[in-house]
Nanobody, 127 residues
Framework: EVQLVESGGGLVQAGGSLRLSCAASGFSFDDYAIGWFRQDPGKEQEKVSCISISDGHTYDADSVKGRFTISSDNAKNTVYLQMNNLKPEDTAVYYC????????????????????WGQGTQVTVSS
């Protein structure tokens, strides 16, 4: 079975940094994409960032561009989301998701087009 496990969330003051990890296991295919999504109560789910493992293509939402950086350690099947200069509006549960054998760049796929999801990790940014 494919399993995704997020870690690295926590409580941080505005301006601080966190690094989220998404460890993927239970598969042997090499062509996949990992997306980061976030959900805060009362708000719509937002696609934050994604990376296509096969070609290294990345996407960042305008709200996080210049502050968040997605990267991958392909040997470990782990994707990271480095979050710098955090703002209170970044507060949310962050989920990673895997899209198997993407044909298009990962930025073209919505959440319903990802095949597997992790359990989420809470990020809280205080003023």
């Amino acid at each position: 079975e494919v399993q995704l496990v997020e870690s690295g969330g926590g409580l941080v003051q505005a301006g601080g940094s966190l690094r989220l990890s998404c460890a993927a296991s239970g598969f042997s295919f090499d062509d996949y994409a990992i997306g980061w999504f976030r959900q805060d109560p009362g708000k719509e789910q937002e696609k934050v960032s994604c990376i296509s493992i096969s070609d290294g293509h990345t996407y960042d939402a305008d709200s996080v561009k210049g502050r968040f950086t997605i990267s991958s350690d392909n040997a470990k099947n782990t994707v990271y989301l480095q979050m710098n200069n955090l703002k209170p509006e970044d507060t949310a549960v962050y989920y990673c998701a895997l899209r198997q054998t993407p044909y298009y760049y990962c930025s073209e796929y919505g959440p319903h087009e990802y095949d597997y999801w992790g359990q989420g990790t809470q990020v809280t940014v205080s003023s």
